[in-house]
């Protein structure tokens, strides 16, 4: 391999935003376990949100699943206004179906549906999750005693595993997740609690004590936001919520996307959260993901790398190792997924400059 030494001031920065990376991987030292399912019920009453637009063909999995789970208390499904036959498969499959309000003006579907389901709810706990999801027995009830062990102000939210079936998205889908690592680092940490404006949640999974989110502001706080996850975690930690991010991969699965072209255009519409964050946390986002994740490979491969680059490239197979349990499914298009950090960084930097606000057939 030939190092190239004459390019410091590249080197420089990239040193510097490394050094920032190791700072945020170096919390995974006290990483809580994933949570394990739990028989029975808890000690509170939970109601399970679901919002959901056109889901007639993926929300069946998730509602076959929770309509005999002896810890919810009900089950709501809110209808946004779906052009299928979604209310009544929820109703089939013993949902209570309630018909999301018009949306006002200037406000993003989903969490106006959430904030509804929340005012219609009567569990003194609440869950909600995406129609797309597959919970395993014992999922509720585990979110709910993590949750009424946690502080009052508390917004739970869990990390989950992914199904993707397509070499495309298996190729695909790793080098995103590896950018979120890059700039938050893992959640999911005892004593940890983020700065306000670098929260994060995953909004297929989230809880909290009904009451004392409805008192906050509930998801009427990220109304206006596409990445409302995002939003309604910052906005609750700003008026001094923690957050509680726990693994829920072994009872949660997820099938996002169904091809490689959905995942492209459809994850990494979001990933960057660029309604929510302040361009100089884009900016340093953005450095950080092309000098630390993109570029080293490529680096390296035009014989122009630096040790530094070494160190990166076997950071960076070190972190797709432990990617492993978060996917389903494996083989050779998962294993070659960074070789596909390039193009990632590219379509999120690309999101970053050109903020797609269109979804479900609607432009925001």
Same mark, same amino acid.
């Given at each position: ?18 050094? @920032?990376?190791?700072? %945020? ?15 029975? $019920? ?22 076959? =699943? ?21 209310? %009544? ?9 309630? /018909? =999301? ?48 062990? =946690? ?20 190729? @695909? ?5 590896? #950018? +979120? ?31 004392? /989110? ?6 009427? /706080? ?9 939003? +309604?975690? %910052? ?13 829920? #991969? ?10 490689? =072209? ?5 994850? #990494? ?25 993109? +570029? ?25 190792? $432990? ?12 294993? +070659? ?28």
């Amino acid at each position: 391999m030939c190092v190239n030494r004459g390019v410091r001031p590249f080197v420089s920065v990239q040193a510097g935003l490394t050094a @920032l990376v190791l700072a %945020r991987l170096a919390r995974g030292r006290n990483r809580r376990g994933p949570l394990a399912p739990l028989a029975g $019920a808890p000690d509170a009453t939970v109601s399970v949100v679901i919002p959901a637009r056109d889901e007639a063909d993926r929300i069946g999995p998730v509602l076959r =699943a929770l309509a005999d789970d002896p810890a919810v208390h009900e089950l709501i499904v809110v209808d946004d206004h779906s052009t299928d036959e979604t209310a %009544r498969v929820a109703v089939n499959h013993g949902a209570r179906v309630v /018909l =999301a309000p018009p949306l006002p003006t200037g406000c993003v579907g989903k969490p106006s549906a959430l904030q509804h389901g929340l005012e219609q709810a009567t569990g003194e706990l609440v869950v909600t999750l995406d129609a797309d999801v597959r919970p395993e027995p014992g999922l509720v009830v585990a979110l709910a005693d993590a949750l009424l062990a =946690a502080p009052a102000c508390t917004l739970l939210t869990g990390t989950v595993r992914f199904d993707c079936r397509s070499l495309g998205e298996r190729f @695909l889908h790793p080098a995103f997740l590896a #950018s +979120l690592v890059y700039r938050f680092g893992p959640g999911d940490v005892d004593g940890f609690q983020p700065r306000p404006s670098r929260a994060v949640a995953n909004g297929q999974c989230l809880a909290a004590r009904r009451e004392e /989110l409805l008192a906050a502001g509930g998801f009427a /706080l990220s109304a206006e936001h596409m990445t409302d996850d995002v939003a +309604l975690a %910052r906005a609750l930690r700003r008026r001094g919520w923690e957050l509680l991010t726990v693994d829920v #991969s072994d009872l949660l699965e997820v099938r996002m996307y169904t091809s490689a =072209a959905e995942t492209w255009t459809g994850w #990494s519409r979001s990933l960057m959260a660029p309604d929510v964050t302040a361009a100089p946390w884009l900016a340093l986002d953005v450095a950080t993901l092309w000098a630390v994740q993109a +570029l080293p490979l490529p680096r390296l491969l035009a014989r122009r790398g630096s040790r530094l680059d070494l160190g990166l490239l076997v950071l960076r197979l070190a972190l797709h190792g $432990a990617f492993r349990r978060t996917y389903r499914d494996h083989g050779a298009a998962f294993w +070659l997924a960074p070789l596909a950090d390039l193009p990632a960084v590219a379509r999120l930097t690309w999101s970053v400059l050109r903020a797609d606000r269109r979804w479900r057939g609607r432009r925001y």
